[in-house]
T-cell receptor, first 112, second 115 residues
Framework: GQQLNQSPQSMFIQEGEDVSMNCTSSSIFNTWLWYKQDPGEGPVLLIALYKAGELTSNGRLTAQFGITRKDSFLNISASIPSDVGIYFCAGQWQGGSEKLVFGKGTKLTVNP | GAGVSQSPSNKVTEKGKDVELRCDPISGHTALYWYRQRLGQGLEFLIYFQGNSAPDKSGLPSDRFSAERTGESVSTLTIQRTQQEDSAVYLC?????????????FGSGTQLSVL
């Protein structure tokens, strides 16, 4: 299947700092999605992106669908302790079916 | 129910035994997915069902894995002759339709440990 390279694998930041994480692929994707997973729970959708160049915000979160359609980033501004969790990118690649391909996740730790 | 429900939440089994995992999707959701999440890894697609269409089984790792779904309701994922590498969290998700634009709702998963 198509691979999504997500980085960084983990981040340790202070409360109030901004965070940036990204996903890249060698293949073109039609859709990019960002999910957050809390311990012991399933992932929850944060932001969905459907067009190249699209920039979408959800509160303190901002995500963009790269122009080349091979990458996406997620920014979190002014982090707070409840931002702790694992963030996954996911996408539907151009040559595939409806199933989503997921990145390996970025584990975020926020120190108060 | 209000969300996707999975049972059991935890399952410990011995190598070689069969296990059955259950998923109750959100009522009215025609699409149902199973994913596997190994420790520290992303979500690995296993299988998805859409209404009465033939399921997409392309992600099942071996013939020891199988899944069924009754209509647009409950699904069961069965792993036969479990191996230690089967240890993982098995997540179920459902959505209103097969279109990727429909939001996927995940259950809390079944943590499977094969000793």
């Amino acid at each position: 299947g198509q691979q999504l390279n997500q980085s960084p694998q983990s981040m340790f930041i202070q409360e109030g700092e901004d965070v940036s994480m990204n996903c890249t692929s060698s293949s073109i994707f039609n859709t990019w999605l960002w999910y957050k997973q809390d311990p012991g729970e399933g992932p929850v959708l944060l932001i969905a992106l459907y067009k190249a160049g699209e920039l979408t915000s959800n509160g303190r979160l901002t995500a963009q669908f790269g122009i080349t359609r091979k990458d996406s980033f997620l920014n979190i501004s002014a982090s707070i302790p409840s931002d702790v969790g694992i963030y996954f990118c996911a996408g539907q690649w151009q040559g595939g079916s409806e199933k989503l391909v997921f990145g390996k996740g970025t584990k975020l730790t926020v120190n108060p | 129910g209000a969300g996707v429900s999975q049972s059991p939440s935890n399952k410990v089994t011995e190598k070689g035994k069969d296990v059955e995992l259950r998923c109750d999707p959100i009522s009215g959701h025609t699409a149902l997915y199973w994913y596997r999440q190994r420790l520290g890894q992303g979500l690995e697609f296993l299988i998805y069902f859409q209404g009465n269409s033939a399921p997409d089984k392309s992600g099942l790792p071996s013939d020891r894995f199988s899944a069924e779904r009754t209509g647009e309701s409950v699904s069961t994922l069965t792993i036969q002759r479990t191996q230690q590498e089967d240890s993982a969290v098995y997540l179920c998700a459902s959505s209103l339709s097969r279109r990727i634009t429909e939001k996927l709702f995940f259950g809390s998963g079944t943590q499977l440990s094969v000793l």
